[in-house]
C-alpha cells in the first residue's frame, strides 16, 4: 500500500523552526496524524506538532536522542481520533538528504516501538526535514523501508516532496515542460484529483486535467447524460443520451479513446459525494464543480478532515423579464485545511443544504414540506452556456497551475476568491479570511465516526 503525508503550511512552518534553530545540532518533534485507509494508498493527515523539548534530548550535529515519555502529551490527545497515526521527524542540519546508518538503526528500533502502541498492524512513519524546508520520508513494513509516496505542504502554494525518482517525459507534454517547467510538468504527472460533478464546467475541467497529464482522475457524478446535457458536456454523445449512460462512465470512456497510452487511470464514480467520499478522500487535490449545496459542505468538510485543498468553481446566469441578461460570471475559490471555508465565504446556505440532504434522503416528505411552505424548494435546473462554462474551467485548472507553479505576480493569498462579471466586464480577486471557527478544528481528523462528523453519510 502506497502511503503519503499531507500537512498545512503553519504545520510545516512550526515544524522548521523547531527542527532548524540555527545552532547546526541535530533536534526532534512529533506529529500526530489522522488515517484515510484504503485498499491501494493511504493518507496520513497532520493533526498537530508536538515539538521534543532541545532540554530533553541529547543533541549533536549528526544525532539526536529523546525519551519515549516525550509521546506522552501525543498519545493523550491522539484519543479524539479514531484512526491515530504517529510520525517521528529528525533535522540533519547539514543538509544531508537521506538517512544516515544511524538513522537506519534508530528507525528499527523506533518502528517496532511505535506499533506495539495501537496493535493494529496500520505503518507509522518517520521523517527528516532538510534546512531549506524540504522532507523526505518512509516507513517501516514487513522488515523492509519503503519511501513516503509523497509529502505534500499545503497553503497559499501546493507543495509535493518525494524521494528521487526518474522522471520519463511523454512527448504528449512537452510542450507543457516548454511553458511550466519541469518540476511543474512531472508533478502533474503524480497527481491524483477529484472532479466532484461532471456535467457543464466539470467535464471541461476534466479535458482539462486529462491533457495536462495528470497521473489519476476521480469523477463523481450521480447523473446520467440526457439530450439536454448534449450542448453543455463535452464528450457526451447522443448516443450516450440515448442510452442513459452515467456520466462518469461517458467521460472516462471518451478520455480513454482519446488519449489511448496516453489517457490519466480513471476511477469513475456514479452516485453522489455522499456516497462517494472515501474515494475523494484519497485525491490529492478536489475540485467541485457542483451547484449542490449539500456537495459543497461535504467538499468543505473533506478538505479540513483530510488536509487536502479544495478548488470550488461556479458559474452564475441569471436573466431578466425581458429575455436579457441580467447577469452572466463565475466564482474561483482556493480553500486550504485550517484556513477559512466555503462556509464562511457564503459559498452555499445551510439552509439549502438541509433541503437538498432531505431531498436526497427522504424525498416524500421535502415533497411534503416544499408544498406546506416549511422549507425552500430547491432549484432543480439552471440556464447554461458552454462558452461560459470553458472560461469558469479554465481559471479554475489555471488556479491549480498558479498553485502548483508560482507563476502568477504578487503574493498568492491575494487570489484566495476571484470573480469575473461578464456584463459589466470587471474582475475582483479578495484576500481569504481567518480561520473559519466550524470547519478548521476539523483539520486532520481522518477516518472519524460517523464519517466527516456527519450522520447521513454512507
Known amino acids: 500500500m502506497r502511503l503519503s503525508l499531507r500537512m498545512t503550511e503553519e504545520q510545516h512552518q512550526q515544524l522548521l523552526a523547531h527542527l532548524h534553530p540555527g545552532d547546526g545540532k541535530e533536534a526532534a518533534a512529533w506529529l500526530l496524524c489522522g488515517r484515510r485507509r484504503d485498499d491501494d494508498r493511504g493518507i496520513l493527515c497532520a493533526r498537530a506538532v508536538f515539538p521534543i523539548s532541545h532540554e530533553a534530548t541529547s543533541r549533536k550535529p549528526h544525532q539526536v536522542t529523546w525519551r519515549i515519555d516525550s509521546l506522552h502529551p501525543l498519545l493523550e490527545a491522539a484519543q479524539g481520533l479514531d484512526s491515530p497515526a504517529i510520525v517521528h521527524f529528525h533535522s540533519h542540519p547539514a543538509g544531508a538528504n537521506a538517512f544516515s546508518r544511524v538513522d537506519d538503526e534508530s528507525d528499527r528500533v523506533l518502528h517496532a516501538d511505535l506499533a506495539k502502541i495501537y496493535e493494529d498492524g496500520l505503518p507509522m512513519a ?47 507534454h512537452a510542450s507543457h515542460r516548454q511553458a ?140 431578466d423579464e425581458h429575455d436579457g441578461i441580467r447577469y452572466a460570471g463565475m466564482a474561483v475559490h482556493y480553500l486550504r485545511p485550517g484556513g477559512d471555508s466555503l462556509l464562511s465565504r457564503r459559498g452555499y446556505r445551510m439552509s439549502v443544504v438541509e433541503a437538498e440532504t432531505l431531498r436526497r434522503t427522504n424525498p416524500e416528505l421535502y415533497a411534503e414540506r416544499v408544498k406546506t411552505g416549511y422549507i425552500e424548494g430547491v432549484e432543480e435546473e439552471r440556464p447554461a452556456v458552454i462558452s461560459i462554462n470553458m472560461q469558469g474551467a479554465s481559471m479554475a485548472v489555471n488556479e491549480l497551475l498558479a498553485r502548483l507553479h508560482g507563476f502568477r505576480a504578487g503574493s498568492p493569498d491575494e487570489h484566495a476568491f476571484r470573480r469575473v462579471n461578464l456584463v459589466e466586464e470587471f474582475q475582483t480577486t479578495s484576500v481569504a479570511n481567518g480561520p473559519c471557527p466550524v470547519m478548521s478544528p476539523l483539520c486532520g481528523l481522518g477516518d472519524a465516526t460517523p464519517p466527516l462528523g456527519l450522520a447521513g453519510l454512507t
Not at 524546508?133 to 513494513?141: K, N, P, Q, V
Not at 477529484?194 to 497521473?215: F, N, P, Q, Y
Not at 448516443?239 to 482519446?258: Q, Y
Not at 478532515?305 to 479544495?310: A, G, I, L, N
Request: hydrophobic content about 45%; charged content about 25%.
Open 126 to 172: 518517520s521523517a527528516v526535514m532538510l534546512p531549506n524546508g524540504e522532507i523526505f520520508g518512509r516507513t517501516w513494513s514487513s522488515g523492509v523501508f519503503e519511501p513516503l509516496d509523497g509529502i505534500f505542504v499545503i497553503g497559499d502554494r501546493i507543495r509535493r516532496f518525494s524521494a528521487q525518482e526518474h522522471d520519463v517525459l511523454k512527448a504528449l
Open 180 to 319: 511550466l517547467g519541469g518540476g511543474t510538468t512531472a508533478l502533474l504527472g503524480k497527481l491524483r484529483i477529484a472532479v466532484v460533478g461532471c456535467s457543464g464546467t466539470g467535464s471541461i475541467v476534466i479535458e482539462l486535467l486529462a491533457r495536462l497529464g495528470v497521473k489519476e482522475l476521480i469523477l463523481i457524478d450521480p447523473d446520467h447524460v440526457e439530450d439536454r446535457n448534449l450542448n453543455r458536456i463535452v464528450n457526451s454523445t447522443w448516443a450516450d443520451a440515448r442510452m442513459g449512460t452515467p456520466k462518469v462512465e461517458a467521460l472516462a470512456r471518451k478520455i480513454l479513446s482519446n488519449l489511448g497510452t496516453d489517457a490519466p487511470r480513471i476511477i469513475p464514480e456514479h452516485g453522489t459525494l455522499a456516497e462517494a467520499w472515501r474515494v475523494a478522500a484519497t485525491a490529492d487535490i478536489v475540485f467541485g464543480c457542483t451547484d449542490s449545496a449539500e456537495a459543497r459542505m461535504h467538499l468543505d468538510r473533506l478538505c479540513h478532515y483530510y488536509v487536502m485543498p479544495y478548488i470550488d468553481v461556479g458559474v452564475d446566469l441569471r436573466a
